[in-house]
């Protein structure tokens, strides 16, 4: 497992199955981890005997994301992972919950650059128009603005 240093962006998952959202992050504090290991005995067909090592792991660490509610803000808070997974079965990372930026996908790297800069694009005052009819196509705007 890649222990992540301070200031390492990462991927956070959407807790949400198939929504898809996922939300950038910056590592702020070293992760403290905490870890224990079992061996499960499993009897299988023709008294056969397999042995499995599992491993619970817990991380926490601080990270900090911009968010807006009437301001821009920076908010610090405190990120928790706990996970139970077999050492002895390969796990790609991208299945974890939280996982380095540099090992996401292209398309998610890209979706989230673009989301962000669009985000932060928001943080000063623009004015905007719009012509067209609106999503139910009950009423048409029309903007008056002169070019």
Known sequence: MCIQVPTTQLL???PVPNRDCHIGAQQISWPKIEYSRTTRTA????????????????????????????????LNSQHELK??????KLLPIADLPVYPMCYAEN???????????TFWSCRKRLYVSYSGWDFNRT???????SK
């Not at 996970?83 to 002895?88: G, K």
């Open 12 to 14: 956070i998952q959407d």
């Open 43 to 74: 009897s299988g067909v023709n008294n056969t005997t397999s042995h499995s090592k599992n491993m619970n792991l817990k991380l926490s660490f601080q990270i900090m994301t911009w968010v807006y509610d009437g301001v821009f803000q920076r």
């Open 83 to 88: 996970y139970d997974f077999d050492t002895e």
């Open 107 to 117: 398309c998610v790297q890209s979706m989230l650059l673009r989301r962000g800069k």
């Open 139 to 145: 009423e048409q705007f029309v903007s008056l603005m």
